[in-house]
């Protein structure tokens, strides 16, 4: 029997016993997980090469020189500076809050419903998919703090779960996101005086992109393709599976004694209910007056949450520390995808991709191919906004030439972006962090899931040009 260090915690892996049978599945999975494991480097190597290929690919097919690239990298380094400390906080602060004593509670009592190993993998990938329809960041938080405790719950019922597959399932719930409410191409193209409203003449109401009944019918199937997916990929009798080994208590705050008046302080609820309580007015308020549900929103009831369920500052200083290990990596690469979509923004390479795409398109196979082109720019651009921003405007031109509703146009682009996140290391450095994974890891998994979603969204947007 063998075990490694993953993260956070132990992992062990555990060999089949002689006789046992593989399925046809685990046949098909073994050699794609050795190559996965073996030729998939580290997702700071990743970004490093994509930075490369973006590069010699601006050089090659615009009119830019080294000079304009290397000046288009190096002031996109700022241009994701406001988003990294959102996704820093997001990472920091959902950690803080799975870890309080009322969360923990509801999410072990969540976590112990599903009685079998089928069960326990569609269960989170389910699970996450609410979750991202709400809030996109709060699905990245939910699939990773789930998949830890089902498969803790699950070692002590005697379940075999291959804790990678755990983590691949949540973060595959994760790819219905942007069809959901905090999607920022459809809220860019439902916002008065955006791009979007200028070029069309009008908003885009998110009861026609969002809210429409194709979209919503679309996420169904989608939801229920992958977590099918990840079904049939759980390994069967005798396949080889690693266990994430936890410690049966995860308290992280033990009260100590109090014998001075700053230690009564110190330990009192009155300080961070002093800030708690006016935060949670502040949001109820901006609800109140018509506000979105934004990303700052997401951490500020975050932070309103925590501040209200700790029991005194010293809990909170004590789940700080315990979250903070997780920021480092994702704080550093970030930067990295700025510079990439400053090259591809300022030497105009992500419109260039754009237009072979809807040169080839017509008045159906317009979705199809727009999802094709959206899909490939997130590779090198994985920021929702940021991208729709920059090939939004190419693809609604090109739908108002070919007649094709713009609905199709912003969910096209919506459906790229969160498609081939399956493939990209970008969005999983949060919940790869928190599960104590690496990339490598999952992907042999999530590379199924691209293929099986990228049928769904492509049918989806298909059947749409029909219907719209």
């Known amino acids: ?85 959102q996704m820093v906080l997001i990472l920091l602060l959902g950690h803080m809050l799975a870890h309080t004593r009322p969360a923990r509670r509801i999410l072990v009592r969540l976590s112990g419903l599903p009685r ?12 996450t998919s609410i979750a991202s329809l709400i809030s996109w960041g709060l699905g990245l938080v939910v699939g990773a703090l789930l998949a830890k405790e089902v498969a803790r719950q699950g070692r002590g019922r005697g379940l075999r779960l291959h804790f990678p597959l755990l983590v691949a399932a ?34 885009v109401p998110m009861s026609q992109t969002t809210f429409s009944v194709w979209n919503m019918v679309g996420v169904v199937v989608a939801v229920v393709l992958v977590a099918t997916t990840i079904y049939l990929l759980r390994p069967r009798t005798g396949g080889r599976i690693i266990e994430v080994v936890t410690e049966e208590s995860d308290e992280i705050y033990t009260r100590g004694e109090v014998s001075t008046p700053a230690e009564r302080v110190d330990n009192s609820r009155v300080p961070t209910f002093v800030v708690g309580f ?42 700080i520390r315990n979250s903070a290990r997780n920021v480092g990596e994702v704080a550093f690469q970030y930067p990295l995808y700025a510079g990439i979509l ?24 317009f979705g199809v191919i727009a999802l094709l082109s959206a899909g490939l720019v997130n590779i090198a651009v994985p920021s929702g906004g940021g991208q729709f921003a920059v090939q939004g405007p190419v693809l609604l031109e090109t739908a108002q030439e070919l007649g094709v509703d713009p609905s199709i146009a912003v969910m096209a682009v919506a459906y790229g972006d969160q498609w081939t996140n399956m493939i990209q290391p970008f969005w999983a450095l949060p919940l790869l962090a928190i599960a104590g994974l690496r990339i490598r890891d999952i992907l042999g998994y999530t590379s199924i899931v691209f293929v099986v979603s990228g049928i769904s969204f492509a049918s989806t947007l298909l059947v749409a040009s029909y219907i719209v």
């Open 1 to 85: 029997m063998a075990s490694e260090e993953r993260g956070e915690g132990r992992s062990q892996e555990t060999v089949p016993a002689a006789g046992d049978s593989f399925s046809r599945v685990d046949a098909v999975m073994r050699p794609l997980n050795v190559v996965v494991e073996r030729f998939i480097p580290s997702a700071f190597v990743f970004a490093v090469v994509l930075t490369a290929i973006v590069a010699v690919a601006a050089l090659l097919v615009t009119d830019a020189g080294p000079k304009g690239v290397l000046v288009g990298w190096g002031e996109g380094f700022a241009g994701l500076l406001e988003f990294t400390m």
């Open 116 to 127: 079998s190993t089928g069960q326990a993998y569609v269960f989170v990938v389910v699970l």
């Open 170 to 203: 949540g973060y595959s719930g994760w790819v219905v996101w942007h069809m959901g409410y905090s999607g920022s191409a459809s809220l860019t193209a439902a916002t008065e005086d955006s791009f979007a409203a200028d070029m069309t003449g009008s908003v």
């Open 278 to 319: 006016p935060l949670a007015v502040y949001i109820v308020v901006h609800f109140v007056d018509g506000g979105a549900l934004t990303l700052d929103i997401v951490n500020w009831t975050f932070m309103c949450a925590i501040l209200l369920l700790v029991r005194n500052s010293n809990e909170l200083i004590a789940l």
């Open 342 to 365: 400053g090259i591809m923004a300022s030497t105009g390479l992500m419109a260039w991709v754009t237009d072979r795409f809807v040169d080839i398109s017509g008045p159906h196979s």
